[in-house]
């Protein structure tokens, strides 16, 4: 701070903060899936531990096989919940949803045809 002039340092103090830079459409994909890993690995090892009251937890879910074998390093997620997931959120349901906005937008432009031909 001693080699700043003071001006600068004013000016610095004026302004505030810099806002946080935003992440990418790829940063934030990456930064989810990295999170969720840490995440999961992190349940894993907590239901692993002395702490953990198993027979609580399995009293407690619908399906004490899923979570014995997710404990035992199984995905959280079976391949039916991901096909549909794909299929809701993934490349599939982009292209029904460009097809569903182009129907709305041609029924929107026959109906201002209409319109403006009844006006005249």
Not at 16 to 21: E, H, K, T, Y
Request: net charge negative; glycine share 4%.
């Amino acid at each position: 701070k001693w080699c700043c002039p003071p001006g600068r340092r004013v000016q610095s103090c004026r302004l505030g903060p810099s806002p946080p830079r935003l992440l990418t459409e790829e940063e934030y994909r990456l930064q989810g899936e990295v999170e969720t890993r840490r995440a999961l690995e992190e349940l894993r090892s907590f239901c692993q531990s002395p702490d953990f009251s198993a027979w609580t937890a399995v009293s407690r879910i619908q399906s004490p096989k899923r979570f014995a074998e997710f404990v035992g390093g199984a995905s959280h997620v079976t391949p039916n919940e991901v096909s549909v997931h794909e299929r809701e959120f993934g490349l599939e349901s982009l292209f029904i949803d460009e097809q569903l906005f182009e129907e709305q937008e041609e029924e929107e432009e026959e109906e201002e045809e209409m319109c403006n031909s009844d006006s005249f």
